[in-house]
């Protein structure tokens, strides 16, 4: 039945408000790809059997293998209108005034056959057509068929041929005036008379169920040349692909229906379409008038970026009433007919909340809800997240965090920054919300809206941006750049404490607990019955914890904000557009095939089919071949092995050549096989070769050189007895004369490193006895310990100690380095303590460090002029009062910790976190945060503290040495907080049991790390 113009046109305009199924991957080339100097124009299109891509143009045909561009001729100041290939691969070309066969040499090039030595023909090919292995050539005055490369016969019309097609077995040919013709048996029999069809041309004939269907343009339309349809093409699903000269291309159902519509606002190169052809993987390519289009029309992937109306870093999609929401850096974008278009809302919009009917979103500016087609401002401020949970709405973004009941009254508020938050989740199972930030940890929100942050330090190292995600059975688990992370909670680690620590909250404090390999994991979601991960931007399967690849991880998205799971289709929000993967789509379906294109040796081309021997002054092998795969302009990777060079298959390469130089004499078997990015592997090419040798490697020069040898070898096995024999003598000599040397140097290196042993060992007793001797100690207190232990021989840590009936001075000090130059500077800083407090009298710790300091300063000469090296210590000095019972302390980088089983009083004088243990309670007393030494242009004073004593107060102070010591099973620092656990959990045994306690510590952690000691180590501790 015919089908009119009218009807056309009503499937045109009328389809399109069924909206595009999806919006397929594109891809255009031009001739700033195929070359600049080619013209852009194409004018048809065909695919070979090796899905290879031939592109007629002007001057010959473009070939395309998904890696190069190669260019056969044919007659100049011509251009190739029409190609067709027959069952056996044969490719026949129709151009302006010339027609033939392009046809292969062994060495796998082709070349154009004109069949113009067998007639003459002037006019342009406008279709050519392969049925039986006949071919057909159509111009505007004849058909010509020909067979075997000769003519079988030719038609003429009565009037003038318009277009001709190949409708299943038929060849239909339209006459001006008279309709359509059927070629049969070498004659034009009528096929269809119909008054339109005689009248108007027809530009496309579709066969469906034994019916055909006519695309004409009629003349009297209004519409004559709106379209300006050029021709049409008969999918694998059964629709129809229709190319016009202004609007691109239609996709059309069996009912004649629009299903998309592709212009070059949607993605293809140019809006003149003149040819078209479905690739073996189903897809489309198109013959522009500005180069090739590829479409991914068989893809279960939709590309949404500018060309659809989407812009911007896109962060979430949503459905709402029917249609799609995009928030984005540049707004708030809703689906339209055809593309996405702008919503009024310009701000930066982080994501979207439908709640009772409403849709909700956040931007920089507050949350917004969309009322009467507009968003209007709800609540101020600047939010990343929104969430309604159980009657209260969650506001999460750079200010903090914001709850309100449903009228937006304020319940409770977390002020501090937050820099960026993520993802707000809410975890059923212990009714807790948690929101996750870029930068800063994660913000818990129990049922009482108390707020609890779990920033990174406490974890042992940073996990960078933290995400709450759902996990397996709907479990809270989060992404983080280490993957992901399980939170342990406080129930579960009370459960692995021993009983006395149960009942203190900083033991018990949940954590984070690796679940997956240490790799990015940014979200997750379900698609297709398989848990999925994004994973550093990739999409990859996940089971059970474990990463998998997937059809999708080869995808290259940009920065992947926010998947969102849309009627079983994922919504992928990225910083290059929207991606979405379509759950009802086929599966892709892929004709992977492995050819070789060329072989060189030097500049000769050999024979494809079988190898030959290479002389070895051509021995300069290279391979091309191709695998030509187009899905998303996705790169193929080759892996090679060459039998007789190396056994095992190659790391896997994209350059579709590979080059071998200056191989041995052999005879050697190259394998290549390709790899594309859906994990299909290609056929294994296999070609044979041999390289014969060079002259000077062949039997006969292997005997002269024998024979040359043997002679040469006599004369010289006699020149060279008498010279061995003479200079074996004078290297006796020698060797008594370099023997000697060595003995005499070997005794002064003895003798030296000796007397510097010796030195340093009585360094070492010097500075022992400038520090205070045991005696002293025991008169400041009899439970004492002082754990001294140096690096090197002498050490850069010194503890001294003054005594007399009203104040008992002690000092525990870390000098800058350590060995002889830190003994040297403990040995400075003695002297001057002596002088200031046995000499001087001076008591208060505050000014023996302000006169120790200006000491150093003006003994070291130090200025700030250039990078000098400010030498000095850290030191901490305490002073007790033994008339008031009272102990000042001043530090100069080193605190004091103090123990005491006054609760209160370690509240009141410690200024950092208090730890307690059984009855005692540890404060952290800190110093100022400067060294006795050259800081700052004007120096400040330092600080004093001052602390009432009771009986069985505990105070230590301590270099750095012990807390910096790496060592453990991991190798790592003892830290200071495993320090200050070690004081208090020995608190209440004697100072003597304290230090025996501290020294298997510190000895056992060097041991377990297999480490050797890097500081010196100086602790003192003095019970009251």
């Known amino acids: 039945m015919l089908k009119t113009s009218l009807l056309l046109l009503l499937v045109f305009w009328g389809g399109l408000l069924f909206g595009q199924p999806n919006m397929p991957y594109f891809q255009n080339f031009t001739n700033k790809v195929y070359g600049k100097k080619s013209n852009p124009e194409i004018y048809s299109i065909l695919q070979d059997r090796e899905n290879r891509i031939l592109a007629g143009t002007s001057n010959g045909i473009k070939i395309y293998n998904g890696a190069s561009w190669d260019f056969v001729g044919v007659k100049e100041a011509s251009y190739v209108t029409a190609l067709t290939r027959s069952e056996k691969d044969n490719i026949y070309v129709g151009a302006l005034g010339d027609f033939g066969e392009l046809r292969k040499k062994k060495n796998g090039s082709y070349y154009f056959k004109s069949f113009l030595d067998t007639i003459h023909l002037s006019e342009p090919v406008w279709r050519v057509y392969c049925l039986d292995e006949k071919v057909f050539f159509q111009t505007e005055s004849k058909i010509y068929c020909f067979e075997n490369g000769k003519l079988k016969f030719q038609l003429a019309p009565e009037t003038s041929f318009h277009l001709s097609f190949k409708v299943g077995k038929k060849i239909l040919v339209r006459q001006r005036d ?85 212009t070059r606002l949607t993605g293809i190169s140019d809006n003149d379409v003149k040819n078209a052809v479905q690739g073996s993987d189903g897809n489309i390519w198109l013959a522009t008038n500005n180069g090739i289009s590829f479409i991914e029309y068989e893809s279960d992937i939709s590309y949404y970026n500018e060309n659809q109306g989407v812009i911007g870093d896109i962060q979430d999609a949503i459905r709402f009433e029917g249609k799609i929401y995009v928030a984005s850096s540049k707004g708030v974008f809703v689906q339209g007919d055809q593309i996405f278009e702008a919503s009024g809302h310009h701000l930066p919009t982080w994501e979207f909340l439908v709640h009772q009917g409403k849709l909700y979103c956040a931007s920089s500016s507050g949350i917004y809800l969309l009322q009467n087609g507009e968003f209007r401002l709800l609540y101020p401020g600047n939010y990343n997240n929104l969430d309604f949970i159980q009657n209260r709405f969650y506001f999460a973004g750079p200010d903090g965090v914001r709850i309100t009941n449903p009228q937006l009254n304020l319940l409770s508020a977390f002020e501090m920054p937050l820099n960026r938050t993520l993802r707000i989740y809410h975890e059923k199972r212990y009714n807790e919300v948690w929101i996750g930030t870029s930068s800063l940890g994660v913000v818990r929100i129990n049922a009482q809206l108390q707020f609890d942050l ?14 709450p995600l759902k996990g397996h059975n709907g479990r ?289 007793r010097i500075q022992a006895a400038m520090m205070t001797n045991r005696a002293q100690w025991e008169k400041i207190s009899p439970e004492h310990l002082i754990f001294f232990r140096p690096r090197d021989i002498v050490s850069g840590d010194f503890y001294w100690a003054f005594q007399n009936e009203r104040y008992s001075i002690w000092v525990a000090a870390d000098c800058t380095g350590h060995g002889v130059p830190g003994a040297f500077m403990s040995m400075l800083g003695i002297g001057f303590l002596n002088e200031i407090v046995m000499e001087g009298g001076i008591h208060e710790p505050a000014e023996i460090l302000n006169l120790l300091r200006s000491k150093i300063v003006q003994a070291l000469e130090q200025r700030e002029e250039g990078n000098e090296r400010k030498d000095g210590m850290d030191i901490a000095l305490c002073c007790l009062d033994k008339r008031t019972n009272k102990l000042k302390y001043a530090g100069a980088n080193n605190p004091l910790l103090f123990l005491t089983r006054n609760q209160e009083k370690a509240e009141a004088i410690g200024d950092r976190k208090m730890l307690n243990h059984d009855n005692y309670y540890l404060s952290a007393i800190s110093a100022d945060k400067m060294p006795v030494g050259k800081y700052v242009d004007n120096e400040l004073p330092f600080t004093q503290k001052e602390i009432e004593l009771e009986e069985g107060d505990i105070c230590f102070t301590f270099s750095d040495g012990f807390p910096d010591q790496f060592g453990g099973y991991d190798g790592k620092k003892y830290m200071i907080k495993r320090f200050k656990r070690l004081l208090i959990k020995n608190a209440e045994l004697s100072m003597q049991e304290q230090y025996e306690q501290m020294e298997r510590t510190f000895d056992k952690w060097l041991a377990d790390g297999n480490a050797s000691q890097i500081d010196d180590v100086c602790v003192v501790g003095i019970k009251f």
């Open 476 to 764: 809270l688990i989060f992404g983080t750049m280490m993957g992901l992370q399980r939170f342990v909670y406080e129930d579960e680690m009370k459960k692995l404490l021993p009983d006395s620590l149960k009942n203190n909250p900083l033991f018990y404090r949940g954590c984070f607990e690796p679940r997956t390999q240490i790799e990015e994991i940014s979200e997750l979601f379900h698609f297709k019955g398989k848990r999925m991960a994004v994973v550093a931007n990739e999409i990859r399967e996940l089971k059970k914890f474990n990463i998998l690849n997937s059809k999708y991880n080869y995808l290259d998205f940009g920065r992947i904000n926010r998947v969102r799971t849309i009627s079983g289709n994922a919504y992928i929000c990225t910083s290059d557009g929207m991606i979405v993967m379509e759950k009802n789509a086929r599966p892709i379906q892929s004709d992977f095939k492995l050819s070789l294109s060329k072989i060189l040796a030097g500049e000769q081309h050999l024979d494809l089919e079988k190898g030959i021997n290479i002389s070895y002054s051509n021995n300069q092998l290279d391979f091309y071949f191709q695998a030509p795969f187009y899905l998303h302009g996705t790169k193929v990777n080759y892996r090679y092995q060459l039998e007789g060079e190396q056994d095992e298959w190659s790391a896997p390469i994209q350059d579709n050549h590979i080059n071998f130089s200056k191989l041995m004499e052999g005879d050697y078997t190259i394998r290549i096989r390709a790899e594309n990015s859906l994990n299909q592997h290609s056929n294994i090419l296999t070609y044979s070769f041999s390289i014969s040798p060079p002259w000077y490697r062949t039997w006969w020069a292997y005997a002269l050189y024998i024979s040359s040898i043997v002679v040469l070898f006599w004369f010289a096995l006699n020149i060279s007895k008498k010279r061995l024999k003479r200079r074996n003598e004078e290297l006796e000599n020698i060797v008594r004369e370099r023997t000697k040397e060595i003995a005499e140097q070997k005794e002064l290196i003895e003798e030296k490193h000796l007397e510097i042993t010796d030195s340093i060992n009585y360094a070492e």
């Open 454 to 467: 779990f920033s990174d330090d406490e974890n042992g190292g940073s996990l960078g941006w933290i995400k």
């Open 178 to 262: 008279k309709g359509i013709y059927e070629v049969r048996n070498g004659k034009l029999v009528p096929f269809n008379a119909s008054t339109r069809l005689k009248e108007y041309g027809v530009f496309a004939i579709f066969e469906h169920k034994g019916k055909f269907t006519y695309l004409t343009q009629d003349q009297q339309s209004e519409h004559e040349y709106e379209h300006s349809i050029y021709g049409g093409l008969q999918l694998k699903d059964g629709n129809y692909l229709i190319y016009t000269l202004q609007d691109g291309v239609y996709i059309l159902d069996p009912n004649l229906k629009v299903q998309r519509h592709f």
